[in-house]
T-cell receptor, first 118, second 113 residues
Framework: AQKVTQAQTEISVVEKEDVTLDCVYE???????LFWYKQPPSGELVFLIR??????QNEISGRYSWNFQKSTSSFNFTITASQVVDSAVYFC???????????????FGQGTILTVHP | ETGVTQSPTHLIKTRGQQVTLRCSSQ?????VSWYQQALGQGPQFIFQ???????GRGNFPPRFSGLQFPNYSSELNVNALELDDSALYLC????????????FGPGTRLLVL
């Protein structure tokens, strides 16, 4: 069975602070995909990143960066110089490789509520 | 904007009633997945449709059913509504195959009284 744990329920920071959102996952699959989604108050899940389990290279996109460590089953997300517009719920998700009879079911964590104060 | 649309945006029903939620997938996307998100929780996978057939189902009872149409739009039907069915229902569409990224619509907020 697959499981995603986001231990931080809520994080509150002041604008321009850096913040890291933790994600730990469990899977027996050797090939899988990891995702981060952002959910603003409007409710729509906004895709941020997808990472294949074979690709452990860290990625940076503007103020966002992701640290994938297969050895510790973690896929952490850092926002540098946070802004008020970053306030949202952030979800980490896991899906198995859709070979054979598998399908792209996403298993989500419980989410981390990020509040950035001015 | 993902191009995935859902209707209605909000809905209020009473226990025991039936409801139909609709989703139009992004152009070129042939796979649609449905998720239920209870308040304060992460989304839970309901089922997925690929080329008009159910292709995987989560831990939901048979009163949750769906359809996918030739234009790849989809419906989620819930019979005999229960209070615990109150949630945000999210639809996601995917291009080509199952491992592609899922892009979500804005959701339908269902309240069961």
């Amino acid at each position: 069975a697959q499981k995603v744990t986001q231990a931080q329920t809520e994080i509150s920071v002041v604008e321009k602070e850096d913040v890291t959102l933790d994600c730990v996952y469990e899977t027996r699959d050797t090939t899988y995909y990891l995702f981060w989604y952002k959910q603003p108050p409007s409710g729509e899940l906004v895709f941020l990143i997808r990472r294949n389990s074979f690709d452990e290279q860290n990625e940076i996109s503007g103020r966002y960066s992701w640290n994938f460590q297969k050895s510790t089953s973690s896929f952490n997300f850092t926002i540098t110089a946070s802004q008020v517009v970053d306030s949202a719920v952030y979800f980490c998700a896991l899906s198995r490789d859709a070979g054979g009879t598998s399908y792209g079911k996403l298993t989500f964590g419980q989410g981390t509520i990020l509040t950035v104060h001015p | 904007e993902t191009g995935v649309t859902q209707s209605p945006t909000h809905l209020i029903k009473t226990r025991g009633q039936q409801v139909t939620l609709r989703c139009s997938s992004q152009s070129g996307h042939n796979t649609v997945s449905w998720y239920q998100q209870a308040l304060g929780q992460g989304p839970q996978f309901i089922f997925q449709y690929y080329r008009e057939e159910e292709n995987g189902r989560g831990n939901f009872p048979p009163r949750f059913s769906g359809l996918q149409f030739p234009n790849y739009s989809s419906e989620l039907n819930v019979n005999a509504l229960e209070l615990d069915d109150s949630a945000l229902y999210l639809c996601a569409s995917t291009a080509k195959g199952f491992q592609e990224t899922q892009y979500f619509g804005p959701g339908t907020r269902l309240l069961v009284l």
